[in-house]
C-alpha cells in the first residue's frame, strides 16, 4: 500500500485533515490506487544548516509502486500545490518519491509479488 510520509513543523489538527484529504484524492487521479496512507511527523524545531529556523520546511517522502517519471512529475506538482494552497507560510517543500518493487514490499505477511501472482490466476 503507497504510503506519504509528511515531516512538517507541529500543525494544527484541522490543517492536517485538509491536506490528508486534498492529497488522498489528487495522488488518486494521478496513480489509481485505492488507498494510501498519510503519516505526519511533526517536530518542535526544524534545524536548516545546522541551525533552528522558525520556517516551515516541509518535506513529503512518498512511498509507491514503479511509475514512470511523467507520473511522479506529476504527484511532485499536486502535492507542492496541495501544501502550497493550505499552509502560505511555508518556504520550502520538498518532494522524495521512493520507487517499491512488488518483491520487496509486503501487506498482511505476503509479498506483493506474490499476491499479484495469485491474483493474476
Known amino acids: 500500500m503507497p504510503s506519504i510520509d509528511i515531516k512538517t513543523l507541529k500543525l494544527d489538527t484541522e490543517v492536517k485533515k485538509n ?13 489509481k490506487i485505492p488507498s ?20 516551515n520546511f516541509i518535506t513529503i517522502s512518498f512511498d509507491g509502486p514503479v511509475i514512470p517519471q511523467e507520473m511522479i512529475t506529476q504527484l511532485c506538482v499536486v502535492t507542492y500545490e496541495t501544501i502550497k494552497s493550505i499552509i502560505n507560510n511555508c518556504s520550502n517543500i520538498n518532494f522524495v518519491y521512493h520507487a517499491n518493487e512488488h518483491s520487496h514490499v509486503g501487506h498482511e505477511g505476503k509479498l506483493l509479488a506474490d499476491l499479484f501472482h495469485t491474483w493474476d490466476k
Open 36 to 55: 494510501i496512507e498519510i503519516y505526519f511527523n511533526e517536530y518542535d524545531t526544524i534545524y536548516a544548516n545546522g541551525k533552528p529556523t522558525q520556517k
Open 19 to 31: 491536506i490528508a484529504e486534498k492529497i488522498f484524492q489528487e495522488v488518486k487521479s494521478v496513480i
